[in-house]
């Protein structure tokens, strides 16, 4: 059985030991270029490969820096659901969906994608899960998952996402910019032979090089929308005994 692959909606709703370690996992994945194989830079774009023991899809991980946007406007562009389809040309403005909102930073997603003819356009559902840690860094991580709301659709082969999420911290002496590291592991199933799926795969790096482009070109800023990433309070790597101490602070005021 594929990782996380019988996980559904309820499992990542209910389950904080699940999202929180499925989170960590990606967030060391992207923490360090140890074991990752240099495959070169394109526009800005620093983009490494490496392959893992429980998939022949290649893991790919990409990082740049400076884009002239702050942390919190860069999640609110790469979260959620409103800018999907600029960052990456060939989601389906029309088929993306939240399907569920649980609480602040924590949400369901559907999402389509089209693909060149004569290949069967490609549809994801993932939980979201958008949240910070101590040192200000913002991860927005992504987990297959399943949802009633969005069965297998005919014309669409429905992919499997084993790794997908971002960090964003502040770059470094300039608060109005930021630096983002991307890890990616997407199997989009159906008969695509496996040597091509890794032949394109750091092709999704480039995702990074249009969010760099839009804040440079169009000098907007992401603006929070309903669908846009809202940011969880609670720090992801805040201890239990750090929450008591926190709380306990708030009740003596």
Known sequence: MEKNSSQSDRDWKDSEELVRAATKKMSDLAGS????????????????????????????????????????????FLGGITYLHVMDPMAMKD??????????????VYAAYKMMWPIWSRDF?????????????????????????????????????????YIISEHPGDP???????????????LIPTAIVNMVATDQALNLARARRYFEESGEDAQPTEDSADIEDEAFNQSPNEKTKKKKKKTRK
């Open 95 to 108: 088929e993306l969906k939240i399907l569920e909102t649980y609480h602040k930073g924590r949400f369901m």
């Open 33 to 76: 270029i140890d074991g990752w194989k240099s495959a070169g830079e394109k526009e800005n774009v620093k983009i490494y490969t490496k392959f893992t023991d429980d998939s022949p899809i290649k893991m790919i991980r990409a990082e740049t820096f400076g884009i002239p946007a702050s942390k919190k406007r860069m999640a609110k």
């Open 176 to 190: 109005g910019k930021c630096d983002v590291t991307t890890v990616l592991q997407v199997d989009p199933k159906g």
């Open 125 to 165: 559902v993932w939980y979201e899960y958008n949240t910070h840690t101590d040192d200000g860094r913002i991860i927005i991580a992504a987990f297959n998952a399943t949802h009633p709301d969005a069965p297998p659709r005919d014309g669409f082969v429905r992919g499997f996402i084993r790794e997908s999420g």
